[in-house]
Nanobody, 125 residues
Framework: VQLQASGGGLVQAGDSLRLSCVASGRTFSGYTMGWFRQAPGKERAFVAVERWGDRSTYYADSVKGRFTISRDNAKNTVYLQMNSLKPEDTANYYC???????????????????WGQGTLVTVSS
């Protein structure tokens, strides 16, 4: 599956952004979809995931209550709605696809076999 992320930009603290990730190539609904982010000098970190099947969602503690992951299977698209953005949310954001539904796997980059290119989110204070 090929992934194309978009929607990043420069915003001020407190603003909102919605990232999109369009998938092509295989049955989108059969994949767990995750969002990760990587700030300069830091490792890629888990942000949010929606498991295929039961559509359950999980979030990193740092974004819980502010970010929402969702998908539209008809459009082969997964979204990350980001509200109340903070300067520490500044990073390159990546979408990823996995066939796994095991939590220990899908919270880690190593659990994903397909990645989109990053989309940069910059939050100014």
């Amino acid at each position: 599956v090929q992934l194309q992320a978009s929607g990043g930009g420069l915003v001020q603290a407190g603003d909102s952004l919605r990232l999109s990730c369009v998938a092509s190539g295989r049955t989108f609904s059969g994949y767990t979809m995750g969002w990760f982010r990587q700030a300069p000098g830091k490792e890629r970190a888990f942000v949010a995931v929606e498991r295929w099947g039961d559509r359950s969602t999980y979030y990193a503690d740092s974004v819980k209550g502010r970010f929402t992951i969702s998908r539209d299977n008809a459009k082969n698209t997964v979204y990350l709605q980001m509200n109340s953005l903070k300067p520490e949310d500044t990073a390159n954001y990546y979408c990823a696809a996995s066939r796994s539904i095991i939590m220990s796997s899908i919270r880690n980059p190593q659990g994903y076999g397909f990645w989109g290119q990053g989309t940069l989110v910059t939050v100014s204070s």
